[in-house]
Structure formats: structure tokens, C-alpha cells
């Protein structure tokens, strides 16, 4: 049986990403959810980076691109089991209306992790291309950055963690 063709235009275009990373579980959920890890990765020049890993919870990073141009991004936590699973909104500020939802997954698989990026409900097929090759840039910086020590977040406060960086 196929799809009826005239729903064809409800549905949003969506990726999975499959990596293997050399580190247990706990340390990548915890690049994922440590705003001073997230910095290490996240992109070429970190503004700030807040996280409140908990169902309601919600996170806010910045990043400046190499170019020069700003990005910011935040959304919503849905979803959150510890070392497992992680799903939260995907909002970027210049476009709000384009929410879209992300659901991260850490399985371990004998020293390392097998993770799973979803990323659903995106605005069109080039807003797909792009988030793929941010994602897949991004997952890049992250392998290089869980082979080395992360230093602690600068701040924690009943679970919420917020770390400010500037002139990087």
C-alpha cells in the first residue's frame, strides 16, 4: 500500500545521523548537556551556551560563525533519561516559526557509544541540506573534542548550568 499522494505536502523533511564514538555513554550525553562541553564543540566560536537538562528544561547557544555571522539558537527539553536519550526542541531566532524537534539517542556498544541524531519536522528540503552538513561538521568537532579532557562548567545552580564566553 502506498502513501496517498495528497498528504504528500504535510510532511516535513527530516535526517538521521549514525556515529560511533570512542568514549562511554555518560561523557557523550554529557557534551550534549554541560554547557561548558558544549563549547568545546559546538561551533567555531562559542558566545554562550546555557542548559537546563530536564523535561521542561530549556537550552540557549551562540555561536559566530568563521564569517563573522551570529547564531542562536534554543528550544525546549521533551525528553531526558540520563546517558540515554535526549528530545528537545530546535528553534533558531531569526526563524521561531520553523520549530523543528531533535531527538538525540547514546547506546553503548563495548567502550564507545552508538548515537543517533534525529532531527524532524524541518522547514524544506534545503533547510535539511544545511542542518546535515552543520550536524555532520558539528559531530565532527565532537569526536575531536571527547579524545581530550573538558574542563567543568563555570557555573551550576540547582541543575541549571549557564556559561558565558566571550572574546574567544
Same mark, same amino acid.
Given at each position: 500500500?502506498?502513501?496517498?499522494?495528497?498528504?504528500?505536502?504535510?510532511?516535513?523533511?527530516?535526517?538521521?545521523?549514525?556515529?560511533r564514538?570512542?568514549?562511554?555513554?555518560?561523557?557523550?550525553?554529557?557534551?550534549?548537556t554541560?554547557?561548558?562541553?558544549?563549547?568545546?564543540?559546538?561551533?567555531?566560536?562559542?558566545?554562550?551556551?546555557?542548559?537546563d537538562?530536564?523535561?521542561?528544561?530549556?537550552?540557549?547557544?551562540?555561536?559566530?560563525?568563521?564569517?563573522?555571522?551570529?547564531?542562536?539558537?534554543?528550544?525546549?527539553?521533551?525528553?531526558?533519561?540520563?546517558?540515554?536519550?535526549?528530545?528537545?526542541?530546535?528553534?533558531?531566532?531569526? =526563524?521561531?516559526?520553523?520549530?523543528?524537534?531533535? =531527538?538525540?539517542?547514546?547506546?553503548?556498544?563495548?567502550?564507545? =557509544?552508538?548515537?543517533?541524531?534525529?532531527?524532524?519536522?524541518?522547514?524544506?528540503?534545503?533547510?535539511?541540506?544545511?542542518?546535515?552538513?552543520?550536524?555532520?561538521?558539528?559531530?565532527?568537532?565532537l569526536?575531536?573534542?571527547?579524545?581530550?579532557?573538558?574542563?567543568?562548567?563555570?557555573?551550576? =545552580?540547582?541543575?541549571?548550568?549557564?556559561?558565558?564566553?566571550?572574546?574567544?
Amino acid at each position: 500500500m502506498s502513501a496517498d499522494p495528497s498528504l504528500k505536502h504535510l510532511t516535513k523533511p527530516s535526517l538521521t545521523i549514525r556515529r560511533r564514538f570512542a568514549a562511554p555513554p555518560a561523557k557523550v550525553y554529557g557534551a550534549w548537556t554541560d554547557p561548558a562541553k558544549i563549547a568545546h564543540w559546538w561551533g567555531s566560536e562559542t558566545l554562550y551556551a546555557e542548559a537546563d537538562a530536564r523535561v521542561g528544561g530549556r537550552y540557549r547557544i551562540g555561536m559566530r560563525t568563521a564569517d563573522g555571522e551570529q547564531h542562536d539558537v534554543s528550544g525546549v527539553y521533551h525528553q531526558v533519561v540520563p546517558n540515554e536519550k535526549l528530545v528537545f526542541s530546535w528553534a533558531w531566532r531569526t =526563524t521561531p516559526e520553523r520549530e523543528s524537534l531533535v =531527538t538525540l539517542t547514546f547506546r553503548r556498544d563495548g567502550d564507545g =557509544t552508538l548515537f543517533t541524531l534525529t532531527h524532524e519536522q524541518l522547514f524544506d528540503g534545503a533547510a535539511r541540506d544545511r542542518h546535515q552538513a552543520g550536524w555532520n561538521a558539528g559531530l565532527d568537532r565532537l569526536e575531536k573534542s571527547l579524545a581530550r579532557p573538558m574542563e567543568e562548567a563555570d557555573e551550576t =545552580t540547582l541543575g541549571r548550568q549557564t556559561t558565558t564566553f566571550r572574546g574567544l
